[in-house]
C-alpha cells in the first residue's frame, strides 16, 4: 500500500499529476481540488494517497490533505459511489464544504457535482450525517499540516525554518507540513537548525 508520496512535480493533466519519486513517476488521479494545490512543475510537493486495485484496473490517488482522503474513503464505501464520482464531489465542494452539507442534510449542494443525481446525494447525506462530526475540521493544504495541527507563531523558530525551506524551493504548505512534523519530533523549543535538518528531511522524503 503506497500512502503518501514525497517528490516532484513532473506533469499534470484534466484530473491526474505525475510525481517524480527519486527518478519514478507515479501517476496519480486527483480532485480538481488537489490539483489547483499542486502548483507548476517542478514544484517539491507531498501528497497523501489511495491505492484502489480491481480486477480490471490499478490506479494510485492523491489528496491534498488527510481529510480529503479520509472523505474519500467515506464516500467510496456508500453503494453506487465509486472513485471517479467520490473525486467529482471532490472537486466540486471542499473538505468543509462536504462535511457541513453531510451534517446539515443538504443534498443539494452535493448534487452541485458531476454525474451525482438527487438520489445519490439524498442516500451520500443520509449514511453519511452520522460521520461527519468526527471529521470536523479535517481540512487544510497540501500534506499533512493539519494532521499535525501545530500552530506557527511569526517571529518563532518554526516560522523561521518555514521560511528557510521555502528559500530552498518548497511550497509554502510543503514546508509548513514537514517543519510541524519537526516540531512533533524536537518538541517547541527546539533550535532553528535543527528544525530546518529534519524538517529538511522529511520535505525530500
Given at each position: 500500500m503506497i500512502a503518501k508520496l514525497?517528490?516532484?512535480?513532473?506533469?499534470?493533466?484534466?484530473?491526474?499529476?505525475?510525481?517524480?519519486?527519486?527518478?519514478?513517476g507515479y501517476l496519480v488521479h486527483c480532485s480538481a481540488k488537489t490539483l489547483s494545490h499542486l502548483?507548476?512543475?517542478?514544484?517539491?510537493?507531498?501528497?497523501?494517497?489511495?491505492?484502489?486495485?480491481?480486477?480490471?484496473?490499478?490506479?494510485?490517488?492523491?489528496?491534498?490533505?488527510?481529510?480529503?482522503?479520509a472523505w474519500f474513503r467515506l464516500l467510496t464505501a456508500v453503494q453506487g459511489v465509486g472513485s471517479k464520482v467520490a473525486l467529482a464531489i471532490l472537486s466540486a465542494l471542499s473538505v468543509d464544504e462536504l462535511q457541513r452539507a453531510c451534517a446539515g442534510g443538504d443534498?443539494?449542494?452535493v448534487a452541485r457535482a458531476?454525474?451525482?443525481g438527487p438520489k445519490l446525494a439524498s442516500r451520500i447525506v443520509n449514511e453519511l450525517k452520522d460521520k461527519a462530526g468526527g471529521l470536523a475540521g479535517l481540512s487544510g493544504g497540501l500534506g499533512v499540516a493539519a494532521e499535525a495541527d501545530v500552530p506557527v507563531p511569526a517571529g518563532s523558530a518554526s516560522a523561521d525554518a518555514i521560511s528557510a525551506l521555502q528559500n530552498l524551493g518548497f511550497k509554502p504548505a510543503v514546508a509548513s507540513s514537514a517543519v510541524a512534523f519537526a516540531i512533533l519530533d524536537l518538541g517547541e523549543d527546539a533550535?532553528?537548525?535543527?528544525?530546518?535538518?529534519?524538517?529538511?528531511?522529511?520535505?525530500t522524503g
Amino acid at each position: 500500500m503506497i500512502a503518501k508520496l514525497t517528490g516532484i512535480l513532473d506533469d499534470t493533466g484534466p484530473d491526474w499529476a505525475i510525481i517524480d519519486v527519486n527518478g519514478v513517476g507515479y501517476l496519480v488521479h486527483c480532485s480538481a481540488k488537489t490539483l489547483s494545490h499542486l502548483g507548476v512543475r517542478g514544484d517539491g510537493i507531498v501528497l497523501h494517497t489511495e491505492m484502489q486495485v480491481s480486477e480490471t484496473d490499478q490506479r494510485l490517488i492523491g489528496f491534498a490533505s488527510a481529510g480529503e482522503r479520509a472523505w474519500f474513503r467515506l464516500l467510496t464505501a456508500v453503494q453506487g459511489v465509486g472513485s471517479k464520482v467520490a473525486l467529482a464531489i471532490l472537486s466540486a465542494l471542499s473538505v468543509d464544504e462536504l462535511q457541513r452539507a453531510c451534517a446539515g442534510g443538504d443534498a443539494a449542494m452535493v448534487a452541485r457535482a458531476n454525474g451525482v443525481g438527487p438520489k445519490l446525494a439524498s442516500r451520500i447525506v443520509n449514511e453519511l450525517k452520522d460521520k461527519a462530526g468526527g471529521l470536523a475540521g479535517l481540512s487544510g493544504g497540501l500534506g499533512v499540516a493539519a494532521e499535525a495541527d501545530v500552530p506557527v507563531p511569526a517571529g518563532s523558530a518554526s516560522a523561521d525554518a518555514i521560511s528557510a525551506l521555502q528559500n530552498l524551493g518548497f511550497k509554502p504548505a510543503v514546508a509548513s507540513s514537514a517543519v510541524a512534523f519537526a516540531i512533533l519530533d524536537l518538541g517547541e523549543d527546539a533550535r532553528l537548525n535543527d528544525l530546518v535538518r529534519v524538517a529538511l528531511k522529511r520535505a525530500t522524503g
